[in-house]
């Protein structure tokens, strides 16, 4: 069964705050129940200041990266160093501040012939890394939430949403820009982790997000809707804007 919380913050910049508090947490408690801390990247302009502000965090309440992992949800299939690349964000703002090691991260494959190839090269990079099982357990997974209701790669209506016997897959872009083909994490592998925690920011998000988090529509409308942890916890970061009528409950 999937434990929910929601956290609301007054403004983007204490909901960076309050994520980057809450995956230095997430990293000492798996460190310490495992010995290694796996954490899957995603896109947009909310995590890219807690990853700056998680780079520069110092003392006891910096990560370990020497025993931290990172994994990407989903990319678009652009060269990484391209303004687009999820990659190129997380490297401006944590990679290149801070001391994680280049073979403790694992950016998806975009500069191969196609997405297909990348998806299947990925599935193979996470195999190597995680073992022959059935599903990768992330310790924790971050996630946005389009305008649209999608998450990862995961767009309304795509064939994508019906994958479910494999960890990766590709699809053509969705209805929102940049319309490049992607490549994404499936919705079994999103919910094997430990925890997976939205990161959601902005009045355009306010619809989409009350939808999701009331579980009122159906995947295909509102991807979002299908991420549920079978054994771990989902936790919604938002701030005022983006809760709506909620941010009144």
Known sequence: MTHTELMIYREPEELAAGAAERISQAAAESIAARGRFTLCLTGGSTPRRAYTLLAQRQGPAAVDWSRT????????????????????????????????????????????????????????????????????????????????????????????????????????????????????????????????MFLVSGANKAAAFVDVYQGRVSVEKRPAVGIRPVNGRLVWLVDRAAAGPLAND
């Open 69 to 196: 992992f990172l994994f990407f949800g989903d990319e678009r299939f652009v060269p990484p160093d391209d303004d687009r690349s999820n990659y190129k964000m997380a490297r401006e703002s944590l990679l290149k501040n801070a001391p994680i090691a280049v073979d403790h991260v694992f950016p998806m494959p975009t500069n191969v012939a196609s997405p297909q190839l990348g998806a299947a090269e990925y599935a193979g990079m996470l195999k190597q890394f995680f073992g022959d099982v059935a599903w990768p357990e992330f310790d924790l997974v971050l996630l946005g939430l389009g305008d649209d209701g999608h998450t990862a790669s995961l767009f309304p209506g795509a064939a994508a949403l019906e994958v479910r016997d494999r960890w990766t897959t590709c699809g053509p872009p969705g209805t929102l820009p940049p319309p490049v083909d992607r490549i994404t994490l499936t919705f079994p592998l999103l919910n094997a982790a430990r925890q997976v």
